[in-house]
């Protein structure tokens, strides 16, 4: 059994795969305070909750946007799993082609990303990553990675707005029924959310205006928030739930030895 770990900057989401298929899957939140040690006992306590032995693991692989947690988290595996994991970053066989000024500064979430997409979906891509920040990664025929976009994340924003303001408060994120509203609440909500559906539309249309009028690429997105979105945005095709994690299954495929 692999064991899959992604580490965001909101949310760790876990994954175990038999072959192909996804077994079982868990999101925690992300805690830069946390040791290996703690790591480790969590883990165990969800394996054992879902009714996994850590002792079926055979194989790790981690990507990391966190850099302070990737060092626990291999001592983690270490002595947990007794398993030296692989962690994604320079060196690692991805497949495809970063076409990107400093490959090295591509976030390792976003390669994961690229290369899920295109073994599922096949190219060209505009992949979406609705998280605490927001990426647009753009997919060529072949599976390269010709660049993309960097944005806020819907919470991040929203964050800032309630810090921001005195008297604003916090909200859930919820579409409302309207768009001209009739208190402060469904206002920002609003504001927030179709202000952030239009900003992933008109991103996705300057891209496909960019790369020409010939180049038809499907859209998926993936992020806690991803389906919220799609339902309002006009250009999102599919939401992947799973890519990140697919994506690193690949990976670890393309480099096993």
């Given amino acids: 059994m692999l064991l899959v770990v992604d580490i965001g900057n909101s949310n760790i989401v876990m994954g175990t795969y038999a072959g192909k298929n996804l077994m079982k899957h868990w999101r925690v939140s992300t805690d830069r305070q946390k040791t290996g040690d703690e790591y480790g006992l969590l883990i165990n306590e969800l394996f054992r909750y879902q009714g996994v032995s850590i002792h079926d693991v055979k194989d790790i692989i981690i990507s990391s946007v966190v850099p302070p947690l990737v060092v626990p988290f291999v001592k983690m595996c270490e002595r947990y ?9 320079p ?5 495809i082609k970063l076409n990107y000024e400093n490959p090295r500064a591509i976030g390792a979430d976003r390669i994961v990303n690229v290369v899920g997409a295109f073994e599922h979906y096949g190219g060209p891509l505009i992949v979406i990553d609705i998280g605490t920040a927001t990426t647009f990664d753009v997919v060529a025929d ?3 990675f010709l660049g993309g976009v960097i944005a806020p994340g819907i919470v991040s924003s929203a964050e800032s707005l309630f810090s921001a303001t005195a008297k604003l408060p916090r909200i859930e994120l919820v579409p ?4 001209i ?19 992933i539309d008109e991103i996705v249309g300057r891209i496909r205006a960019e790369m020409g009028s010939d180049w038809h690429a499907k859209v998926i997105a993936t992020g806690g928030l991803a389906k919220m979105i799609s339902k309002e945005s006009k250009t999102i095709d599919k939401i992947d739930h799973f890519l990140t994690l697919s994506g690193l299954r690949v990976l670890y495929e393309r480099n096993r030895t």
């Fill in 81 to 89: 799993f007794k398993i030296h994991p692989l962690v994604v970053g």
């Fill in 91 to 95: 060196g690692i066989k991805t497949g």
């Fill in 142 to 144: 072949n599976g390269d």
């Fill in 176 to 179: 409302p029924k309207n768009i």
């Fill in 181 to 199: 509203c009739k208190n402060t609440i469904t206002g920002m909500q609003a504001g927030i959310i179709y202000g952030y559906v239009g900003q």
